[in-house]
């Protein structure tokens, strides 16, 4: 612990001045906040009326009592995730690195999904790493390897592990990893989130409990995001529930760019406003005839550029 951060923020409490720290969990207009050199969290309040605070997010709060504060400012953000549908967006998650997904061989993980979170990751510049989990369940790895393939052949990075079979080897390889950087979680349930959460921080359901306490949820326990702290530096985001994000609000410009695959033939459409859905002299339909695209990609992007055309703006 930081000895004299610790010792100001003793002073400065009574003083009532401007303290400094982490928001780590989120519940409706309740926030718990890690003050920095350690400590006590505090239960927050925005001071605003609307709640605009996410998790991850750097904030500066008074101290009204020994575990409540107020939030009076937030830290300029390098990113900012919303969760959306086609009606409304509400950003969740602040200052983040990498986006981890995770997959096992079974149950049969969703590819459009996968698919999806690349694209997330992508237009909000996260570095996505994909763990194929559970790959002790031999008769289902061959079908699992062999569906993530063209993910790997495009450059993303696969982590095969078993999380609850080698539980020490998966450590080592997550953190090597993780370590320093702000990773948030993504998974569809039974891949092994939680396990792998349980592994990387041990005290992570004595957290989830102070938290929930402390934010007053009660039985919605599991339904708030919130940030773990890594052992050796970094912090994990995890958000129960959530699958998909920020994929409403995205560009058309955007879209296109964030297929890796694409981008080296975005220049080369005969018009420049195509939108490589069906146009003639399509450099990405082109690529798809002669086989250096696949048509399951296409798809996936012509799907989105119809679901952001839907967005009530
Ligand atoms: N065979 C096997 N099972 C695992 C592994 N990791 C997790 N599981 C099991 O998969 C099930 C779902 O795990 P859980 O962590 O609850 O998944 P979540 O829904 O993604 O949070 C549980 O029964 C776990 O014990 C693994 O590496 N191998
Ligand atoms: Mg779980
Ligand atoms: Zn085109």
């Known amino acids: 612990m930081n000895r004299r951060a610790t010792k100001a923020a003793g002073a400065a409490k009574s003083a009532g001045a401007t303290l400094h720290g982490v928001v780590i969990a989120a519940h409706g207009r309740h926030y718990l906040v890690a003050p920095d050199g350690g400590g006590a969290h505090l239960q927050c309040f925005p001071r605003g009326k609307k709640s ?172 708030f995001t919130r940030l773990y702290r890594l052992p050796e530096g970094g912090a994990l985001i995890d958000s129960p529930g959530f699958q998909e994000f920020g994929l409403y609000h995205l560009t058309e410009g955007k879209l296109e760019r964030a297929f890796p695959e694409f981008r080296p033939l975005l220049a080369h459409c005969r018009f420049y406003n195509c939108h490589h859905l069906h146009e003639p002299g ?12 696949a048509p399951e990609r296409q798809a996936l992007y012509a799907q989105l550029m119809h679901e952001i055309s839907q967005v009530v703006r």
Do not use: W
């Open 52 to 223: 605009e605070v996410a998790v991850g997010d750097r904030v500066e709060y008074q101290s009204t009592s020994a575990d409540q504060g107020v939030i009076v400012a937030i830290g300029e953000r390098r990113n900012l995730l919303y969760r959306s549908d086609q009606f409304k967006s509400k950003l969740f998650a602040a200052n983040l690195d990498q986006l981890l997904i995770v997959l096992a061989t079974e149950p049969h993980f969703s590819e459009d999904l996968l698919g999806r979170a690349l694209v997330a990751a992508e237009a909000n510049d996260l570095k996505p790493l994909i763990v194929l989990n559970k790959i002790d369940v031999e008769a289902a790895l061959p079908l699992a390897r062999a569906r993530l393939e063209r993910y790997r052949a495009l450059g993303y990075t696969v982590l095969e592990l078993s999380v609850k079979g080698r539980p020490q080897e998966a450590r080592e390889t997550l953190a090597e990893h993780l370590h320093g950087h702000q990773t948030i979680l993504l998974g569809q349930s039974g891949m092994g989130k939680s396990t792998l959460v349980n592994l990387l921080i041990p005290d992570a359901e004595a957290a989830t409990r102070e938290i929930s306490t402390a934010l007053n949820s009660g039985r919605h326990t599991t339904t």
């Open 282 to 293: 399509c450099a990405i339909l082109e690529a798809i005839d002669d086989g250096r695209i």
